[in-house]
């Protein structure tokens, strides 16, 4: 079945480089959430999104991290200048429904290790 | 303090045992999940619970929310078992999950 995908699975960058980090949801899918997950420690969230609309970005780290979901489907988390510490791994979930009290079905992740 | 604190951080148990993890919470939420994630870090959504208790197979969830506090139990535990349990609230107003650190399940044969 389509489930949430997320690419690349896994990535190397060397410190100062930029890094794109891509989500497809499941088709038809509202809600689109961005986590962050350190090694040994449980998800924190970074953003929000539904459809297109960034509702909630309160959890980017930095001003380095960026998101966008520009036609309200694939989404894209980009980091610039990517420092040692943003080393995790990058939990997409995706939701049907724009209320709070849905289930959320997570992808893969990708892990980011920064040299 | 984290708003979402686990217990036991870690867990061993023998294959068939009943376990129990357990979840606190400290703010007001309107619902609770709880999450399974295997090495390699595929997360599934196990129970979403805003009251009382829900059952699926050999896993029960159940939720006090005078006291803020969930438990995980897994009845006829079995090696497959094995894997991170996340407990996760979404606050009362807004649509993201806080997560606590997972509990690591290790059932041995």
């Known amino acids: 079945g389509a489930g949430v995908s997320q690419s690349p699975r896994y990535k190397v960058a060397k410190r100062g480089q930029d890094v794109a980090l891509r989500c497809d949801p499941i088709?038809?899918?509202?809600?689109l959430f961005w986590y962050q997950q350190a090694l040994g420690q449980g998800p924190e969230f970074l953003t929000y999104?539904?459809?297109?609309?960034?509702?909630?970005k309160s959890g980017l780290p930095s001003d380095r991290f960026f998101a966008e979901r520009p036609e309200g489907s694939v989404s894209t988390l980009k980091i610039q200048r990517t420092q040692q510490e943003d080393s995790a791994v990058y939990l997409c979930?995706?939701?049907?429904?724009?209320?709070?009290?849905?289930?959320?079905?997570f992808g893969p992740g990708t892990r980011l290790t920064v040299l | 303090k984290n708003e979402v604190e686990q217990s036991p951080q870690n867990l061993t148990a023998q294959e068939g045992e009943f376990i129990t993890i357990n979840c606190s919470y400290s703010v007001g939420i309107s619902a609770l999940h709880w999450l399974q994630q295997h090495p390699g870090g595929g997360i599934v959504s196990l129970f979403m619970?805003?009251?009382g208790k829900k059952k699926h197979g050999r896993l029960i969830a159940t939720i006090n929310i005078q006291e803020k506090h969930s438990s995980l139990h897994i009845t006829a535990s079995h090696p497959r078992d094995s894997a991170v349990y996340i407990c996760?609230?979404?606050?009362?107003?807004?649509?993201?999950?806080?997560f606590g650190a997972g509990t690591i399940l290790r059932v041995k044969s």
């Open positions: 979930a995706s939701s049907p429904w724009g209320t709070a009290l849905r289930e959320q079905f």
């Open positions: 996760a609230v979404r606050r009362e107003y807004g649509n993201k999950l806080v």
């Open positions: 088709s038809g899918h509202v809600s």
């Open positions: 999104f539904q459809n297109e609309a960034q509702l909630d």
């Open positions: 619970l805003s009251s």
